[in-house]
């Protein structure tokens, strides 16, 4: 498997976060430990002679041995539709109570869940599984890439536990019935928002900024190592929809002694062209915010200070010189292609 494809995928939105809403609506057995366990965006923990009531504790989803034939599965509801790019199963911790082998399958139900009656497209067929380890499994199919989910249904042969599942894509939203007139966080991952790239993301992922609600700690946000060499650190945003930008919002929650001075955004509407290719065009994009000072622990409202570039696709937020920021929202009104 070639590793610059699976660093690829794993650059979108993992659909199978918790924070997104993601949830299980269904599972034949979690006796062990709790299936949404699962779905939870920090990496798994060990937790040396914790017991419950049912055995071991575990950071992750495991059913009891099965005694009978069948095996266990769960059903997720997505907290948000999406296209689906690539997989990660990390059994981290499991090693005599892994799965031998698992399966994804996934649905679209344009209203309420799957039923008897739900055609369920194969997403993964059944792959292997090795104790304490990741799993990491490129999707190439397009018919798969291009069709959007609202479910998914993971199966475990015939038992036991997995530390995560994360599934990686693109959010879905039709745009179709958008009101012209609603201002929208055009950059929200709920909304098809996506982090391609960024020069430091050392203490908090790049994607994280653009998460439903606001940051629940410092690690809930991006922060980068303290820069020694002169520059300033950055990020690339490509929204959800091309819009024009209204209002943006900078939020440093949680972060101290360790926010950045100042931060601006460059902006563009991007035709065609790798993720690779966009970085290197985005040093001289227009600038849609000049350099603000910012402050601890607190959102900042940008209005007046914002330049009329007309629509974008895509933005690049600048900090000086490095540090971390929790949240960005980038409000506006979703415009045609």
């Known amino acids: 498997m070639n590793s610059d494809h699976q660093y690829d995928f794993q650059k979108q939105v993992n659909l199978a976060d918790a924070r997104l809403g993601t949830q299980s609506i269904f599972v034949t057995d979690d006796w062990f430990a709790a299936v949404d366990r699962m779905l939870q965006p920090e990496p798994p923990v060990w937790k040396e002679g914790v017991f419950d009531d049912n055995g071991k504790w575990m950071d992750g989803w495991e059913s009891r ?54 055609r369920w497209v194969e997403v993964l067929p059944a792959v292997a599984l090795q104790g304490d380890s990741q799993h990491l499994h490129p999707i190439d199919d397009p018919a798969i890439n291009n069709q959007p989910f609202t479910h998914l249904r993971f199966n475990i042969y015939p038992d036991g536990g997995v530390a995560r599942l994360r599934v990686y894509g693109t959010p879905y939203r039709d745009w179709s019935n958008q009101n012209g007139d609603e201002q929208i966080d055009l950059a929200a991952a709920l909304n098809g928002g996506r982090a391609l790239a960024c020069n430091d993301q050392h203490f908090g992922n790049m994607s994280n900024i653009i998460n439903p609600g606001r940051g629940v700690n410092m690690g809930d946000g991006w922060e980068t190592a303290r820069r020694r060499t002169p520059g300033n650190d950055w990020v690339i945003v490509a929204l959800g929809h091309p819009g024009e930008i209204e209002r ?55 209005v007046d200070q914002i330049k009329q570039l007309g629509p974008i696709t895509h933005v690049r937020l600048n900090i000086f010189p490095d540090g971390g920021i929790s949240r960005l929202r980038l409000f506006g009104k979703a415009v045609s292609n």
């Not at 101290?256 to 970085?279: F, L």
Request: one cysteine or more; hydrophobic letters at 30%.
């Open 248 to 302: 943006i919002v900078v939020d440093t929650l949680h972060f101290k002694g360790n926010y950045p001075d100042r931060c601006s955004i460059q902006a563009a509407y991007v035709h065609g062209g790798t993720d690779a290719q966009i970085e290197t065009q985005s040093l001289y994009w227009q600038e849609l915010l000049p350099a603000q000072k910012l402050e601890m622990h607190q959102e900042h409202e940008f």
């Open 65 to 118: 041995r099965k005694r009978f034939e069948g095996y266990d599965y769960c059903i997720l509801r997505l907290g948000v539709p999406g296209t689906i790019q690539g997989i990660d199963i990390d059994t981290a911790y499991f090693t005599g109570n892994f799965p031998p082998s698992a399966s994804l399958e996934a649905c679209f139900c344009a209203e309420g869940d799957p039923n008897e009656d739900t």
